[in-house]
């Protein structure tokens, strides 16, 4: 039987304990901005859709472009982020029974939308409800990071989505989600880990591992155990189980994950 999670111990902090910290706050910085991308996206998405739900009306798609402006200019903004959008939940436009008002930058910088056929009858990715960057948070409410996975539906890159629930009057109505490749992650969080005196790894909610510098544990991998979920629940900071010390990037839904400081021998 597996340990159960406890506090990270009390008293003088270590040098190296200071330096994952450290790598924690930098890279929950760092996402920070992408999930400021897609909370203003969810602001604006609900502020749209409320008062036609509000109204007992069903809106319809092109009510959607009226989101434009906003994620073309947050597209600009977020140098991390390479797709943006709204994805509807099935069944609550009114003229088709999926939709993703989903941008995207362009190898030039160009912005383009994102055109997928999502016929139920004709397209394999008609049914986006099993993606987990859809699932967490609707089962959640809570923003989520999901993969890194290879995204199929938007751009065959290696990516990480994170993602946010959009409601009104207590009803789900899609989620707003940015994409960043992973390239471009790595890029900046791996010298963050490259610092640590010991290998070191970033692992979601679900425990899939976003970024790694421990050859026991590569990107994409997954170690299926809730302790990763409750380190994020907010009830606590530093945990420790099973011989590492799990560490919140500061308000973003990941975990640093790196050994526990042994204890100091008794002479």
């Excluded at 070191?200 to 155990?225: C, E, F, I």
Aim: charged share 20%.
């Amino acid at each position: 039987m597996g340990s159960s999670p406890r506090p990270a111990s009390a008293g003088a902090v270590a040098p190296d304990e200071i330096a994952a910290a450290d790598a924690a706050g930098r890279i929950g910085d760092a996402l920070e901005g992408v999930f400021e991308a897609v909370a203003r996206t969810a602001v604006d998405t609900e502020a749209l859709l409320a008062p036609v739900v509000a109204a007992g009306r069903r809106p319809v798609s092109a009510e959607l472009a009226a989101l434009r402006p906003g994620l073309h200019a947050r597209l600009a903004e977020c140098e991390l982020v390479s797709g943006l959008g709204f994805v509807a939940a099935p069944g609550l436009l009114d003229d088709v029974p999926a939709w993703l008002e989903w941008w995207q930058t362009a190898v030039d910088g160009s912005v383009h939308p994102l055109l997928l056929d999502l016929d139920p009858e004709r397209s394999p990715y008609s049914d986006y409800t099993h993606w987990e960057w859809y699932t967490l948070p609707r089962d959640t409410g809570q923003r989520a990071v999901a993969g890194p996975y290879v995204d199929y539906l938007c751009s065959d890159e290696y990516s990480l989505t994170l993602s946010a629930p959009v409601t009104a009057g207590g009803r789900f109505l899609g989620v707003t989600a940015a994409d960043v490749y992973l390239r471009r992650f790595e890029a900046v969080v791996t010298p963050l880990l490259q610092r640590l005196p010991e290998p070191a790894r970033l692992v979601n909610a679900r425990g899939r591992v976003a970024a790694s510098t421990d050859p026991h544990h590569l990107v994409g991998s997954l170690t299926k155990d809730p302790v990763f979920a409750t380190a994020l629940d907010g009830r606590t900071t530093d945990v420790e189980h099973g011989g590492l010390r799990l560490r919140p990037c500061d308000g973003v839904p990941l975990v640093l994950v790196t050994a526990a400081p042994t204890a100091p021998r008794r002479e």
